[in-house]
């Protein structure tokens, strides 16, 4: 399965609203994730299960989708939050963790 | 606060073994998979495999000739070595924990190893 993640960046400003898709090759129920990667930083976990928070992030991220179109939601951008995002899936047959190439969000 | 501390050898070359040994700090090993990935400039985000606190293992269909994962539960350290390496495997090397919430995501991570591979 690969993932397609669209626009492979985008400029925007603080307390804007954005949105990133993530496109999987054929459907994949709601097995979808999200990370955050801040320069210098290990990936963080955002968004599980296509839509589920992981404790400690914002309630301005929101996730969204099942099959093979996904979307991440940023309400109110802050200043923290302008980095890269990927998706990522878990195939089970074998197993195998495949990630998109990663949206970087930059400040306008 | 499970945290991840990873360590292990930075500059090679080809043909060489790499080395690096995860620290599992504020948690058991018992009960998750541990995986280890990387990043490069070339191929972003990349797993290489994972493996169980006794031992059970499933890597990376591009890497399994090369790649071995272990654990040692004493220690409640992970290991990685990748032999023999090419320039294609300079990257950012990180050790992370599987969840078993939907999705098997990464819930923690490591601080990142950088490893060099020069001819």
């Known amino acids: 399965i690969q993932l397609t993640q669209s626009p492979s960046s985008l400029a925007a400003s603080v307390g804007d609203r954005v949105t990133f898709t993530c496109r999987a090759s054929?459907?994949?129920?709601?097995?979808l994730v999200w990370y955050q990667e801040r320069p210098g930083k290990a990936p963080k976990l955002l968004i599980y299960?296509?839509?589920t928070l992981q404790d400690g992030v914002p309630s301005r991220f929101s996730g969204s989708g099942s099959g093979t179109v996904f979307t991440l939601t940023i309400n109110s951008l802050q200043p923290e939050d302008f980095a890269t995002y990927y998706c990522?899936?878990?195939?089970?047959?074998?197993?195998?963790?495949?990630f998109g190439q990663g949206t970087t969000l930059d400040i306008k | 606060q499970v945290q991840l501390h990873q360590w292990g050898s930075g500059l090679l070359k080809t043909s060489e073994t790499l080395s690096l040994t995860c620290a599992v700090r504020?948690?058991?090993?018992?009960?998750?998979?541990w995986s280890w990935l990387r990043k490069s400039p070339g191929k972003g985000l990349e797993w290489l495999g994972e493996?169980?606190?006794?031992?059970?293992?499933n890597y990376n269909p591009s890497l399994t000739s090369r790649l071995g994962l272990f654990v040692d539960t004493s220690k409640n350290q992970l290991s990685l070595t990748l032999t023999p390496l090419t320039a294609a495997d300079t990257a950012l090397y990180y050790c992370?924990?599987?969840?078993?919430?939907?999705?098997?995501?990464?819930?923690?991570w490591g601080q990142g190893s950088l490893v060099s591979v020069s001819s």
């Open positions: 992370a924990r599987v969840s078993y919430n939907n999705g098997r995501p990464f819930d923690f």
């Open positions: 504020g948690g058991s090993l018992s009960g998750y998979y």
């Open positions: 493996i169980s606190h006794s031992g059970v293992t």
């Open positions: 054929q459907a994949i129920g709601n097995t």
């Open positions: 299960g296509a839509s």
């Open positions: 990522q899936h878990r195939s089970n047959y074998p197993p195998n963790y495949t």
